[in-house]
């Protein structure tokens, strides 16, 4: 593994292009693309920090009782102006920065320095801005969930779609980009909205959900189905087609107490992993709309799962430098979990996070039970009998914060725990007999007070970014053929 020096960064703002060749950074107000074979600085740009007219007029207008006048670039606080969001088109083309404090949106031009274009949004305010999978369309999303605004860079013009209920969580593109599905409340009742992207976001459905306090959703792969669940009081999730049909509803036969946390669909389409808030994780068919099975996540590991633990104080003992390999354990082994308390609003407990691999056969599970341990369940082929079962356990010194499997190699996870280290877990290591094996390492990074606060692949799966507090650096695989010959 070869890292790269560290870099300035602000608000984890830093993204690979779609193409893997340039990496985009946001420090405060100043936007920079750097080339990923040099690191040299290909463009930079100050973005403007004065107000959309509206927010300055309202600005104005709240300070006009006092008798005071300030100018543009010095309404609100200076960190006001800095960005907020960026992003990629999926041609690499063009660059969004976003002030969601200013209600700005900036347009940027890779191969044109000197090509802008400005968003300014409205009284509504702005939240948060994003592409649209054309590449041509920014998505803006209002305060309040009053609405989301979809401008085209190409017409200049814009289709305005009311009352969004969550402006993360509840609305998501088919995969092929051309419906866009969004839920609405429309007189205190929860609603869906499919909007055609080839037809200027045109309204192709309408229609009731069947939920009274709706949480999120998320779109199959293929794009027939979607599953919406209610909020975190009521364990109840639903599967509808595009058109509003109810396929099924699911509530597990023993009431968990809580809601639902997380939901996930296999690559394929043909399960549904849906975990709440307590350690069980409901699989769902979708050919019988019925659960077939249920993981449990339990303290007790028999001696079929692999276990691999981070060793003890391999930090000081490497200074921080080079990699080390986890100790396996072998037998029947008791986890610790961390019992929650109920006096505390948002107890930590259950599923926190649940992510297939690019081809389905493992199921990374994390629970806030048991923070500094990854869960990894494998899960047989079409052609083998439907028997999923736990396969592997990562244990670390301290919470995992983020894991993240490799977009393009199927056995090749990525994790962090907020210290100065990365670890790696795959699957591809090839054993003295020839055979694939089971390798789990810690990498120290070689830094001095950086530590590792998320990590992002890049598309190509060839390295992935470690962002710290205000720093980032990157970290890419070394080949054989890539070390140069003496």
Not at 72 to 91: E, K
Not at 92 to 100: F, H, K, R, T, V
Not at 103 to 122: A, M, T, Y
Not at 175 to 187: I, L, P, T
Request: charged share 20%.
């Amino acid at each position: 593994m070869d890292f790269t020096e560290l870099y300035r960064q602000s608000a984890s703002l830093v993204a690979f292009s779609p193409g893997a060749h340039f990496i985009l950074t946001a420090v405060q107000d100043r936007v920079i693309v750097r080339r990923t074979d040099t690191f040299h600085i290909t463009r930079t740009w100050l973005v403007d920090g004065s107000p959309s007219l509206t927010q300055a007029a309202l600005f104005s207008r709240s300070n006009s009782k006092h008798k005071s006048v300030a100018p543009l670039n010095s309404i609100g606080t200076h960190a006001d102006g800095w960005i907020t969001h960026v992003g990629w088109s999926c041609d690499s083309e063009y660059i969004l920065a976003a002030c969601a404090k200013r209600g700005v949106v900036h347009l940027l031009k890779l191969r044109d320095e000197d090509w802008n274009g400005r968003i300014d949004s409205g009284a509504e305010g702005l939240v948060k801005a994003e592409w649209a999978p054309d590449g041509r369309t920014i998505l803006c999303f209002s305060d309040w969930g009053l609405r989301v605004s979809l401008w085209s860079i190409t017409t200049g013009t814009a289709t305005y779609i009311q009352f969004p209920i969550h402006p993360d969580k509840g609305y998501a593109f088919r995969s092929d980009g051309r419906y866009f599905v969004v839920a609405e409340r429309h007189k205190s009742k929860d609603t869906l909205g499919v909007y055609d992207a080839t037809q200027a976001y045109k309204l192709v459905r309408h229609f009731p959900l069947p939920t009274s306090s709706f949480s999120s959703l998320a779109l199959s792969p293929t794009g027939n189905h979607i599953a919406v669940w209610e909020g975190p009081l009521e364990y109840k999730l639903y599967v509808l087609t595009l058109t509003g049909d109810v396929l099924t509803s699911f509530t597990p036969s023993s009431d968990p107490g809580f809601g639902i946390r997380d939901v996930a669909w296999h690559p394929t389409g043909m399960f549904l992993a849906v975990g709440g808030w307590d350690e069980k994780i409901h699989i769902i068919d979708c050919l019988s709309w019925s659960a077939v099975t249920t993981l449990d996540i339990s303290m007790r590991l028999p001696a079929s799962v692999n276990i691999w633990r981070e060793p003890g104080r391999w930090l000081e003992t490497t200074e921080g430098r080079g990699f080390l390999s986890y100790d396996r354990l072998h037998g029947p082994h008791v986890l610790s979990a961390v019992r929650p308390d109920p006096a505390k609003p948002n107890p930590k407990s259950g599923v926190a996070q649940m992510h297939w691999n690019i081809t389905g056969s493992l199921l990374l599970v994390r629970s806030d039970n048991i923070p500094s341990a990854v869960h990894i369940f494998s899960f047989p082929s079409a052609r083998e009998t439907f028997s999923p079962r736990l396969r592997t356990v990562l244990l670390h010194s301290q919470p995992v914060l983020h894991a993240r499997w490799n977009p393009v190699r199927k056995g090749n996870l990525g994790l962090c725990c907020g210290n100065q280290s990365v670890y790696t877990w795959s699957d591809e290591w090839q054993g003295e007999s020839g055979e694939d094996e089971e390798m789990a390492e810690c990498i120290g990074v070689p830094a001095k007070k950086f530590d590792t606060k998320d990590l992002v692949w890049a598309p190509d799966g060839k390295g992935f970014i470690l962002l710290g507090k205000d720093q980032f650096c990157c970290a890419f695989e070394v080949h054989e053929e890539d070390v140069p010959q003496s």
